[in-house]
């Protein structure tokens, strides 16, 4: 077996030893064909990274022309911009340089004026205050001759004041001193509140259609006033009031009927007295007409007192004292003689009427004629010179 066996090897190593080469050169062949490949796809990848590049390259070109663009649109823009705003500063600058011509002016021509004025008042500032002060004092001595406005007066006074102490002129120092005395007196002088006493009128006025007369049937209205309904008896008035007994509620119905019946005489009793007081009614009546009034001449009388009341508060106005006192006399005489003393509403528009006739309405106001004297001296002191130098 052993003989056979080296003769059995022999073949096979020939036969491996010729299929040996055959594969080393099919081996070199695809080791080539690999790198070729290779090759081509590193030359592929090299080109698409070429053209990525190129095309990106492109894009950041595109971009930033159109990047310039903006820029030099803006740029062409702002140079508009400036253009314009250069323009506008140029006439502005124009303008301002005409605004201050215009100030030169003016300034020249305010000299001049504040040159002429210097001269006015140098020469004729005398004259100028003295028909400023003669207009002043004739307003206020008009304010207290015909209004009676003693503040109106003041305010002018404290005008003409201001007007002397401002001028300060030498001349005139007689006319201050007797403005400060006219001044001085009206302050002292006491006011009279023409508007409370007007306001108080003018409550009586509305008050008279509801004050009740004297006479019978012609006060259907105010006894239907709440005001006029008889007063309830009071706290004071249960004395005269029988008491009602007290009863035990448990007591028989006979007991509570005996106790009512009790107290049935005394309340009988004060009702028919309560009647028998409405019934009769003493007062004394100084003018007998007064009961015998009809409802047209209660109305007629009513219409005479408002307006009596109003004719008094247009003499307050126009300060006519003995108007105004005479014309509330002849009203407090109707309240007393024609209208119910004994109603409170009444004897209160009585007291009222008779406090407001004797109330001043016109105070002694002094007038200005110190002030009015001084300055008539003063122009007249001023008008010598003028007189001598002419005569010269």
Known sequence: MTDITPEIEAPARQAAAETQPESARRGGKGGWLTILLLAVLVIAALLSAL??????????????????????????????????????????????????????????????????????????????????????????????????????????????????????????????????????????????????????????????????????????????????QPPVATAGDSAAVPATLVVDPDASWWVRWRAEMETWPGRLGHAIAGEFSNLVKVQRIDAPDALLLSPDQASQLRSNLRQRLLTAQVALLARQPDVWKSELDIVARALSQYFDMQNVDVARAFTQVEALAQAPIKADIPDIGNSLHALEAARAKAALPAESGAQE
């Open 51 to 228: 053209w990525y590049q190129r095309q990106e390259f492109q894009q950041g070109g595109r971009e930033l022309a159109g990047r310039l663009s903006t820029v030099e649109t803006q740029l062409q823009q702002t140079q508009r911009q400036a253009d314009e705003a250069r323009d506008i500063a140029q006439g502005q600058q124009a303008k301002v340089q005409a605004l201050e011509e215009k100030l030169t002016d003016l300034s020249s021509r305010y000299q001049v004026l504040e040159q002429a004025w210097q001269n006015l008042t140098d020469e004729g500032g005398d004259v100028v205050l003295s028909n400023d002060l003669d207009r002043i004092l004739t307003l206020a001595s008009q304010q207290l001759r015909l209004a009676g406005q003693v503040g109106n007066a003041i305010v002018a006074l404290e005008t003409a004041q201001a007007r002397l102490a401002s001028a300060d002129r030498p001349g005139f120092a007689m006319v201050l001193q007797a403005v400060n005395g006219d001044l001085e007196r009206l302050r002292m002088t006491p006011q009279v509140d023409i508007p409370a006493l007007s306001r108080r009128v003018d409550a009586l006025v509305r008050q008279i259609d509801t004050l009740p007369l004297l006479a019978p049937g012609v006060n259907a209205v105010i006894d239907a006033s709440p005001a006029a």
